[in-house]
């Protein structure tokens, strides 16, 4: 099992900040423990669910009237269909074992079809509470590095500003689809990857394992559903929160940015054919306004700890995106990372 801390972020722990710097530079991922001030409740996140569920199960036809990359739905937002992305497009033969929805509160609003189409409220309710949250751990990290100011991070993630990138996806993964035939060695539910936005929030279900993180020990580690392993029936899971690129790249590597990856439910180390072994998850992907710079946070701390070696070979990959002599933009970056994964030409 992965080393993952469950930190309280309420104010009356006042060591939250350093917490989550300590966990930030470690393994990149910590769980938030859930309480008021996550601003999301355990019923709020079912419902979510619920609704995730009930999409997936609509025809594909029903599903298509959203796709991702269409005109209607416009870029990285709508339905994936299975295979629709590869994230580990060195390693995989065919693409990942998923659908998703891309729900994006940008205008114009996106179409939404079937169980979706009543539920745009909901939606955006929901996005704007995670949004809330990351801001929350932003300050935080302001605070833990002592940038100047303190919501350098906050500022560039002020909604009400300008566009963002931003993103609630929910996941499906099948137990395992009839039509596949027998599983490939290296396929995989979701390819390995690092995130590309500055925060992303997690959040999985009871019974549904899967996530692995590829840990500081240099290996594969599994990542709980449960970290306390007793949260009560009803009550909310703790949420987990992973660092993404842009964060990394802000903090010169010293925030870890890492490459995690969702497997297939095994039985005697051999994939599972159940198909009760389905998994759902629904992740937030906060990301900087468009125009938001890749360039180093102001913070003592960052110019004192931060640029290892490592570090600095990402940082020269995402010069290389942005061409000589440009800074490169969180929007740049973005479109770079979506179009290794997948096709972004829209289409009718
Ligand atoms: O479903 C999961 O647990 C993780 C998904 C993920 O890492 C992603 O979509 O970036
Ligand atoms: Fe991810």
């Given at each position: 099992m992965a080393d993952i801390p469950i930190i309280d972020i309420s104010e009356a722990n006042r060591h939250a900040a350093r917490q989550l710097l300590e966990a930030a530079t470690d393994n990149g991922f910590v769980f938030i423990k859930p309480n008021n001030t996550t601003g999301i409740s355990a019923s709020e996140i079912d419902d979510?669910?619920?609704?995730?569920?009930?999409?997936?199960?609509?025809?594909?036809?029903?599903?298509?009237?959203?796709?991702?990359?269409?005109?209607?739905?416009?870029?990285?937002?709508?339905?994936?269909?299975?295979?629709?992305?590869?994230?580990?497009?060195?390693?995989?033969?065919?693409?990942?074992?998923?659908?998703?929805?891309?729900?994006?509160?940008?205008?114009?609003?996106q179409p939404l079809s079937g169980a979706l189409a009543p539920s745009r409220q909901q939606l955006l309710a929901f996005q704007s509470k995670c949004h809330a949250l990351c801001l929350r751990i932003l300050r935080l990290f302001g605070v833990a590095l002592g940038t100047d100011p303190l919501d350098w991070f906050v500022e560039r993630?002020?909604?009400?500003?300008?566009?963002?990138?931003?993103?609630?996806?929910?996941?499906?993964?099948?137990?395992?689809?009839?039509?596949?035939?027998?599983?490939?060695?290296?396929?995989?539910?979701?390819?390995?990857?690092?995130?590309?936005?500055?925060?992303?929030?997690?959040?999985?279900?009871?019974?549904?394992?899967?996530?692995?993180?590829?840990?500081?020990?240099?290996?594969?580690?599994?990542?709980?559903?449960?970290?306390?392993?007793?949260?009560?029936?009803?009550?909310?899971?703790?949420?987990?929160?992973?660092?993404?690129?842009?964060?990394?790249?802000?903090?010169?590597?010293?925030?870890?940015?890492?490459?995690?990856?969702?497997?297939?439910?095994?039985?005697?180390?051999?994939?599972?054919?159940?198909?009760?072994?389905?998994?759902?998850?629904?992740?937030?992907?906060?990301?900087?306004?468009?125009?938001?710079?890749?360039?180093?946070?102001?913070?003592?701390?960052?110019?004192?700890?931060?640029?290892?070696?490592?570090?600095?070979?990402?940082?020269?990959?995402?010069?290389?995106?942005?061409?000589?002599?440009?800074?490169?933009?969180?929007?740049?970056?973005?479109?770079?990372?979506?179009?290794?994964?997948?096709?972004?030409?829209?289409?009718?």
């Amino acid at each position: 099992m992965a080393d993952i801390p469950i930190i309280d972020i309420s104010e009356a722990n006042r060591h939250a900040a350093r917490q989550l710097l300590e966990a930030a530079t470690d393994n990149g991922f910590v769980f938030i423990k859930p309480n008021n001030t996550t601003g999301i409740s355990a019923s709020e996140i079912d419902d979510m669910f619920d609704l995730s569920k009930a999409f997936f199960a609509c025809p594909t036809a029903v599903k298509s009237e959203c796709a991702i990359n269409s005109a209607a739905s416009g870029k990285n937002r709508g339905w994936l269909g299975m295979h629709g992305e590869t994230l580990d497009p060195a390693k995989q033969k065919r693409g990942d074992f998923k659908e998703a929805f891309n729900f994006s509160s940008l205008d114009p609003p996106q179409p939404l079809s079937g169980a979706l189409a009543p539920s745009r409220q909901q939606l955006l309710a929901f996005q704007s509470k995670c949004h809330a949250l990351c801001l929350r751990i932003l300050r935080l990290f302001g605070v833990a590095l002592g940038t100047d100011p303190l919501d350098w991070f906050v500022e560039r993630h002020d909604a009400t500003s300008g566009t963002t990138g931003s993103v609630l996806r929910m996941l499906y993964y099948p137990g395992l689809p009839e039509d596949v035939g027998k599983l490939d060695e290296v396929d995989i539910r979701a390819g390995a990857h690092s995130d590309y936005g500055s925060v992303t929030l997690l959040f999985q279900r009871r019974g549904q394992p899967g996530l692995e993180i590829w840990s500081r020990n240099q290996r594969w580690e599994s990542v709980p559903v449960d970290p306390t392993g007793d949260t009560p029936a009803g009550d909310a899971l703790p949420i987990l929160v992973n660092i993404g690129d842009v964060l990394s790249y802000w903090t010169n590597g010293l925030l870890k940015s890492t490459v995690h990856r969702v497997i297939f439910p095994k039985t005697d180390g051999k994939p599972a054919d159940h198909k009760e072994l389905d998994r759902y998850s629904m992740v937030y992907f906060c990301h900087p306004l468009d125009d938001a710079e890749l360039v180093s946070v102001p913070s003592k701390i960052v110019e004192s700890l931060g640029g290892s070696e490592d570090a600095k070979k990402e940082m020269q990959k995402v010069k290389g995106l942005s061409g000589a002599g440009k800074v490169m933009t969180a929007q740049d970056h973005l479109n770079a990372r979506l179009g290794a994964t997948y096709d972004l030409k829209l289409k009718a």
